[in-house]
């Protein structure tokens, strides 16, 4: 990544919009939205609050199955002035927070229609730009994280890469799951995604991950 574009972006407002049960029932598409999926419990809620800087923005649980619904949070954000020529205005844009996936404890009827709603949602919702796959970095590479993205291939879904917690393991054990994960995808796919390292914690991949949807978003206008 261009790292001249990192910290163009900040984040002037966070907002809770509504909770969807289906792709039909969300608003309307009409502004550039970023997906966060991966297994429950693995700290997706955490993330979206760390990113906005807002505590209690999405509703974390230390038990797994928190979310159920697709939740948009709409978010203002404007480019740094102190450090950009580009156009100075504000953009709009859509967080959704979804719930996770691989729960043994939910009720296998009510799995099986989480997973047709958030298909349905990958593939139909059309202002999608960027799916964000959550993957423990405490983990060697898991079946369950490898069988979701390769759907998302399947299905033409552009997503990219965080691994999270990572302040719960030494560097060295993170940098090592990282490095398999994406030696994995390598053996199945001609080009790596874009990856961050993230701790909801130490506040960690914070700024890259900002400017990679500041950049998507100056793409798509
Ligand atoms: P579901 O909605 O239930 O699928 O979970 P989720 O993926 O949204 O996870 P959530 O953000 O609720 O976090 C789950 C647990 O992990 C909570 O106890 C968080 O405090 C913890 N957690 C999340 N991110 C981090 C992190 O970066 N570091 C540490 N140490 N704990 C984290
Ligand atoms: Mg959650």
Excluded at 50 to 78: D, R, V, Y
Excluded at 122 to 147: C, N
Aim: glycine share 4%; hydrophobic share 35%.
């Amino acid at each position: 990544m261009d790292k001249s574009y990192l910290a163009y972006m900040n984040i002037v407002s966070a907002q809770y919009i509504v909770s969807s049960p289906s792709v039909e029932k969300c608003p309307p598409a009409d502004k550039p939205e970023y997906a966060f999926i991966g297994r429950s419990n693995v700290g997706k809620s955490s993330l979206i609050n760390m990113l906005c800087l807002q505590q209690n923005l999405a509703k974390t649980s230390a038990t797994p199955g928190k979310t159920q619904m697709i939740n948009h949070f709409l978010i203002q954000s404007e480019p740094d002035e102190k450090k950009t020529t580009k156009s100075n205005a504000r953009s709009s844009w859509y967080i959704t927070d979804l719930p996770g996936y691989g729960y043994a404890k939910v009720a296998q009827g009510q799995r099986a229609q989480w997973k047709k709603m958030i298909e349905k949602y990958l593939r139909e919702r059309t202002s999608l730009v960027v799916v964000f796959v959550l993957i423990d970095s405490r983990h060697k590479p898991q079946e369950l994280d490898l069988a979701f993205i390769r759907r998302l291939g399947e299905w033409k879904v552009p997503f990219a890469l965080v691994f999270t917690k990572s302040d719960k393991e030494t560097q060295r054990l993170v940098s090592t799951h990282v490095k398999q994960f994406l030696s994995v995808l390598q053996e199945e796919w001609e080009s790596l995604p874009p990856h961050f390292i993230t701790s909801a914690v130490k506040q960690k991949g914070r700024k890259e991950m900002l400017a990679f949807i500041e950049q998507c978003n100056l793409y798509i206008k």
